[in-house]
């Protein structure tokens, strides 16, 4: 189903960003603020995805990122502002929405006494999958990981635990995918496999990606657009190049740090002006 | 030595100073276990009860029904949340309806085997037979089941807003509704102002509906239609207050830092 050579990967790593990516956008949030008594987590955030676009969403810890993501998928309500995904209002469409969306992250797990297959089966039926039998086994082949369906979660290894997350967040064929650190605690080896199966999907099946990563490399290779958040609010956003260029910095993780301790982007100061 | 033991009593302390749940386990167990045997030795001592092991026995069988259909939904909930499963199913497009019908229906799958084996076992060992009740068995247990869901929703409330602080919840409300309901004695064994409460769960007039159905063989009708009103008003609180805490929860955030701490 799902081309497994390298020739999506070498598209995808070297695609001219923002290919493949049509007008309307898929995900359109307006205004989005969220407060937790006096603190303010989101201050007034509005971004778009559009089909087929990979938006790593990125900033320190604190920054408002999982809070947005969380409010994207109705986990968290929104104090003021608007989320529309897919063209649906997240506050009444929310199950129309999360039908065609799914979320996959480091630090949730699937249920550790359950066999892969076990878990597949429960989330396919939980997303009404038709012919669910052979939708996980094709998931397992594309991950590489067919050898542990009959595996208990909880002995699986790191590497193979997140690529079975990556199969229940795929098991919906997904319109929109919130991948919150796919790669975090995973050796470079799996990492790279892991994003190399990411760009095999991405190329078949054109998923428009929220992506967090604090691994700037990552970010760099996989993103079309990043959005660099602080204290709530974007401090800057652009095709990663665009965002480089502005900064006057060779790397991400530069401005990455830059934004992390200033809490925004501070302009390069010229030579002429220096002198 | 002294250093190192002092450094774990403080680890333990500050855990008991964080969490009023886990401070009042301290004296809830003993508090309840006191109220439940207290009562039942002041009714013994009262009355010559000749269907004394009747009574213990069915009450036992019946609190087992209504502390599985419990169980069944808040450890159900629980084991999402200690698992970090919860988001993954709190993001899939499931009804909060969809998902708690789930659970009950575990609680009734639950109860109905813990029912056949206790009333087997009962049979078999004290030769109680639990058909003796004849068809009020079937509302008696129904009625339990309802209570329990709407406790039990209740009590999942407790813990998706308070955390894994509450989770203490999940054993103890069941027994605090324990020695109020007059499981193991009649109500009126208990103290005047606590009549009044028990007099507001549908468990007790099951457990007093019971005894009567063992001492007369006659089902008392109006016990079971205060019981089945009572159990509808407790649905609805039970539902509305998982509802609106829900909201509460997505309001504050909870719900995401429930699932991935």
Known sequence: ?275 | MWTRVSGMVLRYLYLYRRSLARAGEVFFWPIMDLMVWGFLTVYLQRHVVADAVLFLIGGMIFWDVLYRSQQAITLSLSEEIWIKNVINIFIAPISMFELLLSVCLMGVIKAGLATLVLGTMAALFYTFNIFTLGLALVPFLGILLLFGWAVGMITMALILRFGKAAEALVWGIPFLLQPLSAVFYPVDVLPAGFRHFAGAFPSTYVFEGMRHVLQTGNVDVSMMVKALVLNGVWLVIGSAFFGWMLGQVREKGFLSRLGME
């Open chain 1, 1 to 275: 189903m799902y081309s497994l050579c390298g020739l999506p990967y070498y598209w995808w790593t070297h695609r001219a960003k923002g290919e493949g990516v049509s007008d309307a956008p898929i995900i359109d949030v307006r205004n989005l603020t969220k407060r937790f008594g006096d603190t303010t987590a989101v201050d007034h955030l509005s971004l778009s995805a559009d089909k087929g676009e990979i938006l790593g969403l990125l900033g320190p810890n604190g920054a408002g990122k999982t809070t947005t993501i969380q409010m994207m998928l109705g986990l968290t309500t929104p104090t003021e502002g608007d989320i529309r995904i897919l063209g649906m209002d997240i506050k009444t469409q929310r199950r129309d929405i999360l039908q065609r969306s799914n979320f996959s992250s480091a630090y949730i797990s699937l249920p550790t006494n359950l066999t892969a297959w076990e878990n597949l089966n429960v989330f396919g039926r939980l997303y009404g999958i038709k012919h669910s039998k052979q939708r996980i086994q094709e998931l397992l082949d594309l991950f590489e990981i067919p050898h542990v369906i009959n595996t208990v979660t909880g002995a699986l290894s790191t590497g193979q635990l997140t690529r079975l997350n990556l199969c229940k967040a795929f098991l919906n064929d997904p319109d929109i995918l919130f991948l919150d650190e796919p790669t975090a605690s995973l050796d470079p080896d799996i990492a790279e496999k892991v994003r190399r199966t990411l760009a095999n999907v991405q190329a078949e099946k054109n998923v428009t990606m929220i992506y967090t990563s604090h691994n700037m490399r990552e970010v760099e290779l996989v993103c079309d657009r990043v959005i660099f958040m602080a204290k709530g609010r974007i401090v800057t956003q652009g095709t990663p190049k665009d965002v480089l260029e502005r900064a006057q910095s060779n790397s991400l993780e530069d401005v990455f740090i830059s934004i992390a301790r200033d809490g925004e982007l501070k302009e390069p100061v010229s030579e002429e002006e220096d002198d």
